[in-house]
């Protein structure tokens, strides 16, 4: 059971940094005030993220304003950096990864430009059982959304439409926040 603030967070977040959603190794998490403690931000489990020390060090006493200004400046690619590498999938998600087609350009009909590559598309049998599968190992529903390039309701849909969720799991269901 976790006991300090850091382990919960990592615990609650599913070892992914808050930010740019890449595993954190243990000595290298650390408890990010959304609001900094110094312009009165409370401990308050609403306030608090986890991520690496060098990013939490780097964010400083910046308010939320400057945070979500300094990660929209990286154009929609905010990388870590202390970890440059792309994020770790399970190999069943590499594998199917690497037979997908490369996602297309962003649509320039004022569409969202930052939509996951396969929202809206329909799924596929084989899709279907590497979610279900994937999701049996405990996979946490925002690491299905990544590998998938789906968004976190789009799974939680696909997922009770399976029959994995019940409908009134999703805003209560623990893996949604990791």
Do not use: Y
Not at 14 to 21: K, P, S, T
Not at 68 to 89: E, H, M, T, Y
Not at 106 to 129: L, Y
Request: glycine content about 6%; aromatic content about 4%; proline content about 8%.
């Amino acid at each position: 059971m976790p006991t300090t603030p850091v382990q919960r967070m990592m615990f609650l977040q599913g070892q992914l940094c808050f930010f740019c959603n890449r595993t954190i190794p243990k000595g290298e998490a650390s408890v990010e005030h959304l609001i900094p403690a110094s312009a009165d931000g409370s401990d308050h489990p609403n306030n608090l993220v986890g991520c690496c020390k060098t990013l939490n060090s780097i964010f400083g006493n910046l308010s939320v304003k400057e945070k979500i200004r300094a990660i929209l400046k990286q154009n929609g690619k905010f990388v870590c950096p202390n970890q440059p590498a792309q994020p770790q999938v399970n190999q069943a998600s590499a594998q199917h990864q690497q037979t997908k087609t490369p996602a297309k350009p962003a649509p320039s009909n004022g569409t969202d430009a930052n939509a996951p590559a396969n929202r809206g598309k329909p799924w596929t049998a084989a899709e279907d059982k590497e979610l279900v599968d994937a999701f049996e190992e405990q996979t946490s529903i925002r690491a299905l959304a990544q590998a998938h390039h789906r968004g976190i309701g789009g799974i939680e849909s696909r997922l009770i439409k399976l029959g994995k969720l019940a409908p009134s799991e999703p805003e209560t269901n623990a893996r949604n926040s990791q």
